[in-house]
C-alpha cells in the first residue's frame, strides 16, 4: 500500500507507558514465589527443612520436586525443582509460596538445604578428559556437529600459506528489559499461565508435562513483552511450571517474578566458545583448506546446544568458497550456569573467527580485505563448506554498497595517512556474515508455522497466529503481508494477541524464522481470503476472479475501470453470501538433503548476506574504544517496512557493540561474580555513535513477498568488524572476546613496546 | 465412541459453583451503570436535567444520546439512549455512571427528565387503523408475510364442514436465571466487552456500530452463559453499548447488571398473536383449504419480528396436506414492550392454533384426533403449504411411538370411563409439531457458520467456533461430532470460550441451526484433520489413507489388525512432519428457490418433526391444572448423546407447562404490570410430573452425523397438547392462552351451567 512505512503496532502502546506486561497483572488472591536456590556448582540435596519457613507469618507452602505430578525435569534438562543432584550455582532446589513478595523472600531464606557437594567441572576441556566429573551421562559430550568436504591435507598442500589461530569467545547474558515472570491462575478446565515467551507451544508442553496434564488444558496467554533476544524459551518453561505447580496445589493464583538478579544467576546465556582455526591459502588470495575445532561449554544442561552447535559447524567457514573443509564441533557440559539460544544462535561466534582470520589472511599476503573477500566470497552456483550450491547470493552486492557508503578505499588512505603519535588513533574495519534462515535441514526436524485471518462483516481484519512479538516487529511484519496481499491499509489490521487456546502453533519466534516461516503462514492464510473474495468480487462485477486486482482498498478490473468494488463492499457481500470469509495459511520450508555424518547437503533453504564496516577510534592510555561509526549493509529480500528494518539493524549492531566491547558474564568455580548491570556492561546510548543500515532487496524465493528475516543476522557481523577496526588501528590483533579496556591496554602497551622496540 | 452419554462439558463447573458468570468477574477500578428509563409508553423527550444526579457523591457522569459517538439507535431499532422519542415504558434515556451501585442507583433517581407525552396504541389492530397514533414510519406496519397455495375458494366450496375460530397467544417472558448483565473494559486496542449473549458477532456490531468503531477493535468474550431462549441478543447489544459507552467515556471498566424488575420492564418478550382460522374439511376427515390471518404485536420496536412472522406464516397450517392455503401474517408497532425471539420463534403460536384446530374438527367429525393427524399428516413428497415437495418426513413414525407408549386408544377408553361427579377431572390430548432448521429461504439471507479445530502434539484437542453455550448443550454438541468423527474419546477435546478475537463467526445460536449449521461446520473441520491425519498414518503403515478407519483412539487397516497407531502417536507424528494439524469447516445450508410474493417454494431445507401427549387432571373447583404425565416424541434425526436429548425435551416441556398453564406477562397501558416472578409465575418443579421423552432417529440428510435441532422444537406441541387434554377433560375448550385458574375456572363452570342446563 501506499504509505512505505507505519507505526509498529504494537510500539504506540510501550511508548505511552500503556501496554500491560505480567508484571502488571493483578489476580484477587494472588500468592508469591520465591525460589531457594543451589549455591553450589555440583551437589546432591540430602534434606530440606521448611520447618522455619513455614513458620514464617504469610508463608503458605514450600513446595519441592516430590510435590511435582508429572515429570520434576525433561531429558538432561534444567529441572523444575532439583530432585536429587544439582548441576549449578542456580539450580531451584525449592519454592516458597506466601502472601506477599516480602514473606516468600523471607521464607526462602528460612529454608534449609542439606547438602553433599559433589565435585565439579567448570572447563569444557577438562570435562572432556577420563576421570573428569560427570555432569551427564558418562562423557559430558553434550552435542557433537560435523561437515567434512573434500581433502583438508590435500588443501593444506595446495597453499602457499598456513595460519592458525585460536580465538575465544566468552559468556554474555541477554538481558532483555523484562526480567522472567509468569502468573498461573488455576481455573476449572485446567490451569491459564500468563508468561513472556518466544516459545508459547514449548512453554505449554513443559507445564503440561510437569503437570502431567493435556495440553488442551493448560492455556498459554501472552501478555505484552518486554524483550527476549532468545531468552525466553526454555527458562519461561521453567518459571510458568513452577508458577503452575503452586497455582494447581494452593489453588490461587500465583505469581513468580525474578529480580535481575536472580535472571542473571539462573538463567541461560550465549555459548562460549574456543574455536582453533587452521587455514590455507595461496597467493592469489584463494582459499585452500580450512580446519575447525569448536569447544563450546554447554554449561550444566543440554537445553538447545545440539542445534546451536549445528548451525555453528555449518557457517564456520563464512561466506566463502572453501574446496576443503573440515569442522569438528563438540559442546560440553560443565557445572556452569547453562548456554542456550541468544541472538544469532551459534552464528557470531563463528562469524567473529572467520572474519578476524580473513583480515589477517589479507594482510599477510597484502590484498586489501574487502577484495580479499570478494575473491573467495560465495556467489551464485559457489559450493558451500556443506557442498550445497548456493543461489541468490548477494554478498558482492552488499560488499558494493558497503564500499561506496563508507568509501573504503580513499578513508582507508586517509586513516593511513592520520598522526599516530597522540592518545587517540583510529581504524577502519570490516567484516561479512552469511546466514541459513529457519531451522534448516540439520536443525529441529519439525519446522512449520500457521496462522489465521478473519476479515470481519464491516471489512476490517483479525489476524492471529503464535508469532511472538519480543519488540522485534513481528506482528508488523504480519500486517505488512496481509495489507499488501490484499491492497488493503494497515490500520484494517488487529493483531490478536497469543493465546495457546485459539492460535495456530506457528512454531518458535527463533531461528530467523519468524518472517520466512510464519511470514509465509499468514502470506497463505491472505491469499485464501484474497481468492475467496475475489469469486465473491466477479460475481457482483460481471468479470472473472483472475482479471481482478487488490489495490488502494478496491478490487477491480485494470481492463475496465468502471468495473471496481470496494473491500468493505466486499467483506459484507461475503458474509450476505454466506461465504467464508476465514483464511488459513500453513508453510513448513522446504528441506533438502542431509548427510548428518559428513555434514553435507543442503542445510537451509534460504540464507541471509551482509557486509558491515566498523570506524573506531581507540584511546591508548585508557584502551576505551568507541565505534565512531557503523555501516552494516543487510539484504532482506525486500524490506517490508523500510524504517522497521533500519530500526532492527540499528538495535543489532547496538548489541552488537556491547558483545565486542564490554559485555562479559564472569563465572568463576561455577558462580556468576556479575550479578547485575553495576558490574555486567551494557552498551547505553552514550556508547552509540553513527550507525548507518543501508538494504539491500534480492527477493527471495521463498520469502513471503521475497523479504528475508533480519533479527539475528545483524548480529553476526558487528563484532568483527570492530575488532578488526581495532587491528586496523592498533597494528596488532585482539584475538578474544571481548576488546574491553583492560584487553585493549594490555594489546596497546604491548604494540607500543614493540613499536619502542623498532 | 463407546461411551453413549457424557457428561455435558460445561455442567460440572455449573453445578459446583465454578462457573464464571460475567456478574462474577472483577476489574479494579471498575464502574457501575444504571439506566433511566421513561416511564411513558409514547413521549418526547424535552430537557434532561443531570444536575442534581451530578452532585451525589460517586456519581462520575450522566450519559445520554448526545455521548453517543456512533449511531445512537440502528432503524426502528431500541435506542442504546433514546435520542428524542421514547417509544415504549421502559427505553433508556440516560446512563448514570458511578462508583458504586447504591450511588448509580441515586444517581438514577436524581436525574429529571422532562417529556411531553405523545398519544400512544397498544392494540394491534387499534394501530392499523388511519389516524391511530403512528410509532414508527406512516402505518405502524413492522412486517408482512404471506403463503399462498391453490384457491382457498374453491377448497371451501369442496368442503363438508367449515370451522372459524380465533385463537389469543399471550406476551412471555424469557426469564433466563442470568439477567441481562455487561461489563466493557477500556484497552489500549480498543474495547472489550465481556457479555453473556447467543449473537456475539451482532452484539459486537452493534456495539461497534454505536462506537463508530471497526468491529476487529471491539473485542466480545462470552464468559458463562446463564440461559437465553432467545433474549441474549439484541437486549445484550443495547447492554453491551451502554457499557462500551460509558468505558470510553471514563477510561475505566464499566458493569451493567439489570435487575429482575429491569430486566422484565425493558427486555423483550414472545410476540402475542391474534389468529383466525377458516378451514374446510370434507366428511372423510381430508382437509381442503385454510385460510388464516395472523396480527401480531412487535411491540415498539421492530428486532426479529420479520423473521418470526415469516416462519409463523410458512408453518401456519401445522404439518398437514393442505391443498388450498392462504395465510396472510402482519406484525404492527404498538407502543408496547417489545417482541423479538424466543423459543419456538413464531412457530408455537401457529402451531398452539393449529393443533386446537384438528383437534376440534377431529371432534366435530367423530374421528380419533390421532387418526385425524395420520390422514392429513404429512408423508414423503406431500407437498407443504408452501408447495415444497417434503422428505424424510416421520411424523408418522412420531405417532406411532407416541400411540405406543401413551396406550392412545385404551387409556383414552379409560378415561371416558372416569367418574366426573368429583371435582377432580382428568383429560387426554395430543398435538403435532414440525420446524424448519436453521434460517431458511425465507430467512434471514445470510445462514453460515465456521468453526475449528486444532490438535495439539500430545493429540489433546482444542476446538473453538461462535457457539453460545446457553445451557443446551451445544458445546457438547460439538464435542461428540469431533469425537465421532476422529474415533476418540470426548475427553480429549477442549471447547475454548467464545472470544471475537478469534473464533469464526459462525452466526447465532438460534434458529435450530446450532447442531445443523455449527454442527456440521466443526464436522467438516473434523473431516479436514481426518484427511490430514490418514495421509500422516498412511505413511506410516504402508497402506493407502483410504483404507483406514478412525476407531477407538486408533487409526487401523481393518484388512490387517497388525497396521495400527494411536490417535495421539500420529499427532505427535503429524508435528514431527511438520504437517498441519488444523482443521476449519464452513458450513451454509442449501438453499432452496422462493417466490416471496406468494411465499412458495422451498422455505427450509431440513424439517424435524414430533408427536406428543399430554394427561391432564383438572380441578373443577380451583381451574388448577396439573400435567400428570407429558409423552414427548420427536426426531432428532441421530441422537448424539440420548440423556442430552431427554433432557433438552424435558426442559422444552416444562417450558411449554408454563407457556400454556401460568406464564403471562400483563401489559396494561404500555406499562408492565407484572415485574417480578411473585406475579409472573414460572412452573417450578413442584408443577412437573412424569415426562416421558421418547426418541426417532430417522438420519437428516443435511445434519452432522444425521442429527437434527432439538432445542425449539420441543416447546411447540406442548401447550396444544395440554390444551386438548383440557378440553377433554372439560368437554368445553379454551382458545386462548393461558390457561390459568381462572381462565379454565370460568370455562369449567360455563361447562357444568351447560351441563346442567342440559
Known amino acids: 500500500m501506499a504509505d512505505s512505512s507505519i507505526t509498529r503496532v504494537d510500539v504506540l502502546a510501550k511508548a505511552l507507558g500503556k501496554a500491560k506486561y505480567t508484571d502488571d497483572l493483578k489476580f484477587d488472591n494472588m500468592l508469591y514465589l520465591k525460589v531457594v536456590r543451589c549455591p553450589h556448582p555440583h551437589a546432591r540435596v540430602i534434606g530440606i527443612n521448611k520447618e522455619k519457613a513455614l513458620a514464617i507469618e504469610g508463608v503458605v507452602a514450600v513446595l519441592t520436586a516430590t510435590d511435582i505430578p508429572g515429570l520434576p525435569c525433561q531429558p538432561k534438562e534444567r529441572p523444575i525443582l532439583v530432585p536429587e543432584i544439582a548441576r549449578y550455582a542456580g539450580d531451584g532446589v525449592a519454592l516458597v509460596v506466601a502472601e506477599s513478595p516480602k514473606a516468600a523472600l523471607e521464607g526462602a531464606e528460612a529454608v534449609r538445604v542439606e547438602y553433599e ?48 589461530r585460536e580465538y575465544n569467545t566468552h559468556r554474555v547474558e541477554h538481558a532483555p528489559i523484562e526480567p522472567e515472570v509468569a502468573i498461573a491462575v488455576p481455573t476449572f478446565e485446567g490451569i491459564t499461565v500468563y508468561c ?117 559447524s555449518i557457517e564456520a567457514t563464512g561466506p566463502y568458497v572453501v574446496p576443503n573443509v573440515h569442522t569438528e564441533a563438540i559442546c ?30 589479507a594482510e599477510k599476503l597484502g590484498i586489501d580485505p574487502l577484495k580479499f573477500r570478494r575473491i573467495n566470497g560465495l556467489k551464485d552456483n559457489s559450493l558451500s563448506a556443506t557442498g550445497q550450491v548456493m543461489q541468490n547470493v548477494t554478498l558482492d552486492e552488499c560488499l558494493d554498497k558497503l564500499e ?62 503464535a508469532m511472538s512479538e519480543v519488540g522485534q516487529g513481528g506482528h508488523t511484519m504480519l500486517v505488512r503481508v496481509v495489507s499488501e496481499v490484499l491492497g488493503i491499509k494497515p490500520s484494517r489490521i488487529f493483531v490478536s494477541p497469543v493465546d495457546t487456546c485459539y492460535v495456530p502453533d506457528s512454531g518458535p519466534t527463533v531461528a530467523t524464522r519468524g518472517t520466512y516461516v510464519i511470514g509465509n503462514a499468514i502470506r497463505l492464510a491472505a491469499e485464501e481470503v484474497k481468492a475467496k473474495f475475489a469469486e465473491v468480487a466477479a460475481e457482483e462485477l460481471g468479470v472473472r476472479p483472475e482479471e481482478l486486482v487488490f489495490k488502494d482498498e478496491r478490487i477491480y478490473c485494470p481492463g475496465d475501470p468502471s468495473k471496481s468494488i470496494s473491500f468493505s463492499r466486499i467483506a459484507a457481500q461475503c458474509y450476505l453470501k454466506s461465504k467464508s470469509p476465514y483464511g488459513y495459511g500453513w508453510w513448513s520450508p522446504p528441506v533438502g538433503s542431509w548427510d548428518r555424518e559428513k555434514g553435507q547437503g543442503e542445510a537451509y533453504s534460504s540464507y541471509v548476506y551482509g557486509a558491515c564496516a566498523a570506524e ?52 568463576r568455580q561455577g558462580v556468576v561474580k556479575t550479578v547485575n548491570f553495576d558490574e555486567y556492561l551494557l552498551p547505553t546510548s552514550l556508547d552509540i555513535h553513527e550507525i548507518i543500515p543501508v538494504i539491500v532487496e534480492q527477493p527471495s524465493s521463498y520469502g513471503p513477498l521475497g523479504a528475508k528475516g533480519l533479527g539475528e543476522p545483524v548480529m553476526s557481523a558487528v563484532a568483527p568488524a570492530i575488532l578488526n577496526a581495532i587491528a586496523d588501528a592498533l597494528g596488532t590483533r ?23 622496540n623498532d
Chains 1, 2 share one sequence.
Open 616 to 667: 573506531v577510534e581507540l584511546d591508548l592510555d585508557l584502551g576505551k574504544v568507541e565505534v565512531m561509526k557503523f555501516v552494516a549493509v543487510h539484504d532482506v529480500g525486500k524490506a517490508l517496512d523500510k524504517e522497521e528494518v533500519k530500526g532492527q539493524i540499528a538495535g543489532g549492531v547496538s548489541m552488537g557493540i556491547g558483545y565486542a566491547l564490554m559485555e562479559d558474564l564472569v563465572v
Open 332 to 361: 560440553v557440559y560443565t557445572n556452569n550456569v547453562t548456554s542456550c539460544a541468544m541472538r544469532g544462535f551459534g552464528s557470531p561466534q563463528v562469524a567473529y573467527a572467520s572474519e578476524l582470520l580473513m583480515d589477517e589472511l
Open 117 to 164: 557437594l559433589l565435585e565439579a567441572v567448570f572447563d569444557p576441556e577438562e570435562a572432556l578428559k577420563t576421570g573428569a566429573p560427570l555432569v551427564h551421562g558418562d562423557n559430558n559430550v553434550a552435542a557433537q556437529s560435523k561437515v567434512c568436504k573434500g581433502d583438508v591435507e590435500a588443501g593444506f598442500k595446495e597453499a602457499d600459506l598456513i595460519l592458525e
Open 196 to 312: 513472556p515467551t518466544n516459545s508459547p507451544f514449548q512453554v505449554r508442553q513443559i507445564v503440561a508435562e510437569t503437570m502431567a496434564m493435556p495440553q488442551s488444558q493448560i492455556r498459554l496467554f501472552q501478555p505484552t513483552i518486554g524483550g527476549s533476544f532468545g531468552s525466553k524459551c526454555y527458562d519461561a518453561g521453567v518459571l510458568a511450571s513452577r508458577a503452575a505447580l503452586a497455582a494447581k496445589l494452593t489453588g490461587r493464583p500465583c505469581k513468580i517474578v525474578y529480580t535481575r538478579e536472580e535472571s542473571i544467576v539462573e538463567s541461560t546465556k550465549r555459548h562460549p566458545y574456543k574455536m582453533k582455526y587452521k587455514v590455507g591459502v595461496k597467493k592469489n588470495g584463494k582459499l585452500t583448506a580450512m580446519e575447525v575445532k569448536i569447544i563450546g561449554d554447554s554449561g550444566a544442561y543440554k537445553s538447545k546446544t545440539p542445534f546451536v552447535i549445528s548451525r555453528s
Open 404 to 465: 561506496q557508503e563508507i568509501k573504503w578505499s580513499s578513508r582507508k588512505a586517509e586513516l593511513k595517512q592520520q598522526d599516530k603519535t597522540g592518545s587517540i588513533v583510529k581504524g577502519l574495519g570490516l567484516a561479512c556474515m552469511y546466514r541459513g534462515e529457519s531451522f534448516g535441514s540439520a536443525g529441529q526436524g519439525s519446522d512449520y508455522a500457521g496462522a489465521t485471518l478473519q476479515v470481519q462483516r464491516d471489512g476490517s481484519i483479525t489476524l492471529y497466529s
Open 734 to 756: 585482539v584475538y578474544d572476546l571481548p576488546a574491553n579496556l583492560e584487553a585493549v591496554l594490555d594489546k596497546a602497551r604491548a604494540a607500543k613496546g614493540r613499536c619502542c
